[in-house]
């Protein structure tokens, strides 16, 4: 049971930075305009050597912005809660910490993918057709490889609950 728990900690750790730092950076998108090389991200956009701001409100990168805003919250909740669950002195006998985490990492997921989901679906149906020559980038990438890391964070900690609750069933050994 402490090893599930203690992968699903690794992955959630792994996972809560690469969504901080897939959300912060400015790498989601690599493209050429007017000859030089450009990019952007949720919150600036560079071109020559110059980052600005997004002043622009845009649904799209305003609910990429949300949710993947909400994944990082959802998954730093399941590494709370995953960290309680090595003291498994609950108040409430029914309420077990390790499927709290294990849920909270599975919403964390739900969230990011739908952060991917939406950039991705815009990206390639609008700003695909308006630059020729772009490509994804690697902020985008590791938001793809946190959702795939939160998603084996939540499957450890199912794991762990239900070994917790096998053994709870059956009695001590």
Partial sequence: MYSFMGGGL????VANILLVVSTATDY???????????HQGLWRYCMANKCYMQTASI?????????????SMACFGGIMAGILSFAQFSVFERFNRSFAAGVMF???????????AI?????????GKRFGDW????S???????????????IFYMCAHRMY?????VGPR
């Fill in 119 to 127: 950039y991705t679906g815009v990206t390639l149906s609008f700003l």
């Fill in 135 to 138: 490509r994804f980038s690697w």
């Fill in 106 to 116: 599975f919403i964390s997921t739900f969230f990011v993918m739908v952060a991917m």
């Fill in 59 to 71: 649904a799209y990168w305003n609910a990429t912005r949300a949710f993947m805003i909400l994944s």
């Fill in 28 to 38: 989601w998108m690599q493209y050429r305009l007017s000859g030089s090389y450009a």
């Fill in 140 to 154: 985008y990438i590791l938001g793809w490889v946190a959702m795939l890391m939160t998603f084996f964070a939540g």
């Fill in 10 to 13: 690794f992955c959630a750790f």
């Fill in 165 to 169: 609750e096998s053994r709870r069933v």
